[in-house]
């Protein structure tokens, strides 16, 4: 890992020009086009996310939005109207990247959102609980800052310290520097960039994923039957192709084994079994698979964390003397928590009626999820929000059983902590 991070940085340095003396990188220019741009990615997401059933990473998005608002739109329109302007550059961008990033994972919720409205349609569950804009809001800004803030002494343990890839921030970080640089090495840089968005938009286009039971005869694929019934498959994707490369082999074939056991042997063990039949889909699969491997996800999260107890209480300690300049300081840090904490126990008590025992349970109990989150998603690109969330929802059917609103609202503090922390980590990478 510290050999793929030493070459990345060369190249990095290959591309970099010297930051100038007197730039302010949170700029009033930056400030308005990072709104821009968060309002046109929080507005977009929320239908890719319900479209694909799952959110995308779009750091590297946001950075080539940042680059076509900031360096072209901007730029231009203040030639026009003859106004002085300073030239487009890396660290501005990376101001309005970052809001962006922040904007998208935010619009995920839509997922929750959608999951109440179903309750609430539903001739099963008694549910007449309704969110309204205000409430949505309210609730996801002081649960999102929440993540934040817990996120921010994080980035030295993960990303100083393990060096984890969170592959969406490292791209996001490389596209930065290209669209930031001049020369041989810089136009490189972007003819192979361009060739990789042209190759993958024309990939995604024209050529679908296909089906494993499409391609082979049932002679040669043992049990072709459920395989159809699980739609086990094959997406062509050069995005996931890239994703892999900067992984690495040893995460790789991680999730292809567990992508195999899942939905492969496990739905055969279960059809000999009796307990799927030929009028199971792969959502009955996946209610019998989903929470062991949620299970394994924690538990290995949290034991990785305990063998590594030293480096994280040393990230911590260093934390404790920051004056600010590299890390936020620590007291800052608490003071947040505490604040945002106690507006969050305020708005689920007063707009959703939740005592403040089940919001506080909530909170400690996000933390360690959150742990394994940025674990998760800085191995392998992807980050398990929804697991997690899920994970809530089974802790909070003990503690509060049939108290479906609680169960949604402590699975959403979940969700909106663990996804908000995770975009400040790519952004962190990114930076």
Known sequence: MSHENGASTEHSASLARPKPKDLREFSPRAILCGLFVAALMGASYPYVVLKLGFGPNVSVVAAILGYIVLGLLFTSLASLLRLGYRPYNRWE?????????????????????????????????????????????????TAGLLGVLLAVPLRRHYIVEEKLPFVDGLAAGETLLVCDSEGPAASRAALAMLAGLFASGLLITFWKGTHAFDLFPSTFVVGTAVLAMTEVGLEWSLLAVGSGMLIGMRINLCMLLGAILGWVVAPLAL????????????????RWVMWPATGMMVAGGLTALVLRWKVLARAFKNLSSASGSEDFPIRWVLIGVVLCGSALVVVQNTLFGQPAWITLAAILLSLPLALVGL????????????????????VFAFLAPGNVPANMVASGTTGTIAVESEAIMQDYKAG
């Open 93 to 141: 961008n990376n101001i309005v990247q970052t809001a962006g990033t922040a904007a998208a994972q935010t619009a995920f919720m839509c997922v929750l959102l959608a999951a109440f409205d179903m309750l609430a349609a539903s001739k099963v569950v008694s549910f007449d609980f309704t969110l309204s804009p205000i409430k949505s809001f309210a609730w996801l800004t």
């Open 271 to 286: 059809q000999r079994a009796g307990l799927l039949d030929e009028k199971s889909d792969r959502f009955d699969v996946l």
């Open 375 to 394: 674990r998760v998603l800085g191995e392998t690109n992807w980050g398990p929000i929804s697991p997690l969330s899920n994970m809530m929802q089974g």
